[in-house]
Each structure stands twice: as C-alpha cells, then as structure tokens.
C-alpha cells in the first residue's frame, strides 16, 4: 500500500490537498462552519444513513446529557486521577448497554459521554445538565460551572464543526477498521481516541502552545526553529500528509479566534502570526521540495487557549468534534457489510 492510496468511497467529506481545499457533506467548510451549529453539522453528517433532523438530535443530545449525568456523576471519582481522554474512554464505558434502544439514543448518548466524561475530569460538577439547551453552550457551562457568553459559544461551536470530518485521517480510519469487524459504536469511538492522542495527529495542539511558550518573540523564532530542525525534531502544527497548500481550517479557526477577541485585540495572535510567518520560512528553506504549510493544530491551540481550556485538554476537545465525523464513517463503514482487512508483503526470513 503506498502512503495515499485510495481505500474506500466516502460521501461524507473531500479533503482537495492540492488546492487546500475542504468539503464535508457538499459544503465548502467556511460556510458549512458559518451556517451550522453542532447538531445541524451532525445532521449534516448522519443524514446519508438516519434522516434525523438537527432540532431532533439537538433534543435527543439533551435527554442524553440529562440521563447520563447523575450516572457518569455517582462514579465521579473515577474520573479525578485520570488524563482528559481517559476520562472520555471511561464515560464511554459506563454507557449502559442499550442495544435495543433507537440508534439516535444510543449514538447521542455516547456523544455525550464524551462531553461529559471531560467535564467531570476537570472537576466540574455543581450544576446539573439543562436537557432544553443547545448541546455545546450546556457542555460549557457544566464545565465553567457559569453561563458562557454568546461569544464564547459561538468560538468553540465553530471549532467542533470545523474540525468535524476529515477524509480517512488515521483516526477515522481506525474507528472504520474497528467498525467493520462489526463491533459496536463504542469500541470505535474508543479506538479512534487511542489514534487522535499522537501528536502526529490530534496531539499536536498543546505542543504548539509550549512551542509558542518556548519561543517567546517572533525575534526568537528563527533560531529556536533552526536549533529544533537541526536535533531532528518538527515543528508542530506544520506539515500534513494530503495538504500541499494551507490547511483551509487554520484560517477559518483564525477567524474565530479573532472574532471571539474582537473586543480586546490580542497581542498572543498578533506574536503567533508574526512567529508562523517565520516558521514558515525556516520550514521553506529546511524541505524546499516539500510545501510545508500551517496546519489546523496551530490555530486550534490559540483558540482553545483563548477559551480559558487547559492544553492538557486540547485533544479531548477535538474529539468532542471529531465524534461527529468518526459515527458517520462507522454507520457508512457498516453499510458496506465489508471486513477490512489490507495484506503485507512478508519481508522476514524464510523457512529452510
Ligand atoms: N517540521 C519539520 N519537518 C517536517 C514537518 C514539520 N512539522 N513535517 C514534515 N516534515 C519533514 C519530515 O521530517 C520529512 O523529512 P524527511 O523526508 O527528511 O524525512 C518530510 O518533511 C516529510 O515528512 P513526512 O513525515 O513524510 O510527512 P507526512 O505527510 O507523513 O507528515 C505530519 C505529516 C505527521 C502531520 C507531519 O507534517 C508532522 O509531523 N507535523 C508536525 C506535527 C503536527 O502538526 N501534527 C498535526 C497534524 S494535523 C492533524 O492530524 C489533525
């Protein structure tokens, strides 16, 4: 198999590397992030397979928070020693088993789960989940323990749907390689969490930030970037195995973050984008044959920060997003009826 070869087809997103391009359900992503909130992104993303409508799966992702809650909250416990995608793959756990339930029950509540099994982790818990709410602007306030502005709801909806579904990255592919052995829903979201925890993937954004921290002033920049090329390390939230131009989702997370801080015009975005600019050149002249572009992680840890989120968090935030993207890849996985199941070519010795 060579590193790009085509798997499967997929009417769930078209990721265009050579044009920076992204397309998820027929819309470009800046309008699909615009015009869409988390459950109409999920409805987006569902309604090939189930015909739910986004108010139907607003509700249901509310009922699913109320049900949970004092479950996931009596094991509260549990969760206070663990790393934030610990505390994800545990609430997934503790969903009860509810096979013979409506498949939009049992997928919301394992959504949930994700979003509550996070904030329990941090430590929230005073409040109790507003089943009426939109299911983001709830999350955030289970988690602040307070009502969140408008701005701040907005900020982190257009994350989580910004980074909702992308092609056949690797933890996507892992939760379709998992789903085809006809295992269950949980066991591919919990699959595709191992897979998103590498910094090659979703654990990139946090070592952004200490990078940024390391940094400093972009006057630092270009010696710090040469210093870390010349150890053989990379630089994080630069480079993508499809992209050959700028990742679209660095400029449309960008403007988030310059939305959410349109009040306070930010010295940390004015110094980031002074110091990317330089990373970019240093990375230019490092692989002048390879186009090494910004990439999604590097505005997604501004944003994150920018919202008061720990970096130790960041990738279990992703996965809050990604859950929509990795359930429509398991439903079309499983409309295949097909087992995965690549070969590889034997390099060991031979008998003698
Ligand atoms: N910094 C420095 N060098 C880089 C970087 C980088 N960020 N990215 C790639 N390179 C170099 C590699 O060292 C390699 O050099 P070599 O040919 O001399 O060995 C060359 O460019 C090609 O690298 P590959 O690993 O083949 O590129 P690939 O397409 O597999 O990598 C990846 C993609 C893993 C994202 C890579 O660019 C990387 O490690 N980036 C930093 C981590 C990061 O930002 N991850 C988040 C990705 S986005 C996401 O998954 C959500």
Redesign the pocket.
């Known amino acids: 198999m060579t590193?790009n070869e085509t798997l499967f087809e997929t009417c769930l997103s078209d990721v265009r590397g050579d044009e920076g391009a992204l397309i998820i359900a027929g819309w470009p992503l800046a309008e699909l992030v615009a015009k869409h909130d988390y459950a109409a992104a999920a409805a987006l993303l569902w309604r090939p397979f189930y015909p739910w409508s986004a108010p139907e799966i607003s509700a249901a992702l509310g009922q699913a928070r109320a049900r949970l809650w004092p479950l996931l909250q009596s094991r509260r416990a549990l969760f206070a020693d663990l790393s934030p995608l610990a505390a994800q793959r545990l609430a997934l756990e503790l969903c009860p088993d509810r096979a013979e339930a409506p498949v939009l029950t049992q997928l919301t509540e394992q959504v949930a789960a994700l979003g509550l099994g996070l904030v329990l982790q941090q430590g929230a818990q005073a409040l109790q989940p507003d089943a009426t709410a939109e299911h983001v602007s709830d999350l955030l306030r289970l988690w602040r323990g307070q009502a969140p502005s408008t701005a701040e709801i907005q900020a982190l909806s257009r994350y989580l749907v910004c980074v909702s579904e992308h092609g056949l990255?690797a933890s996507t592919f892992t939760a379709r390689v998992i789903a085809a052995t006809a295992s269950d829903l949980a066991s591919a979201l919990i699959g595709a969490l191992g897979a998103l925890k590498g910094?090659?993937?979703?654990g990139?954004p946090g070592p952004v930030l200490d990078m940024l921290d390391a940094i400093a002033a972009p006057e630092n920049a270009r010696a710090w970037a040469e210093a870390e090329?010349a150890a053989g390390r990379?630089?994080?939230?630069?480079?993508?195995?499809i992209y050959r131009q700028r990742d679209p989702r660095a400029d449309v997370l960008k403007q988030a973050l310059q939305d959410l801080q349109q009040q306070h015009a930010s010295e940390d975005l004015r110094r980031a984008e002074a110091i990317e600019r330089i990373l970019l050149q240093v990375?230019a002249a490092?692989?002048p044959t390879?186009a090494?572009q910004t990439?999604?992680?590097y505005y997604t840890a501004l944003l994150l920060h920018a919202l008061g989120i720990e970096r130790e968090a960041f990738t279990a935030v992703f996965a809050l997003g990604r859950a929509l993207g990795w359930s429509a890849h398991v439903f079309e996985q499983q409309a295949t009826g097909r087992l995965i199941r690549p070969a590889a070519v034997y390099t060991g010795p031979l008998p003698r």
Not at 199 to 202: C, D, K, S, V
Not at 234 to 241: A, E
Request: glycine share 12%.
């Open positions: 590193s990255n910094p090659l993937h979703g990139a090329l990379r630089l994080m939230g630069f480079g993508h195995r990375l490092h692989k390879r090494l990439n999604v992680e």
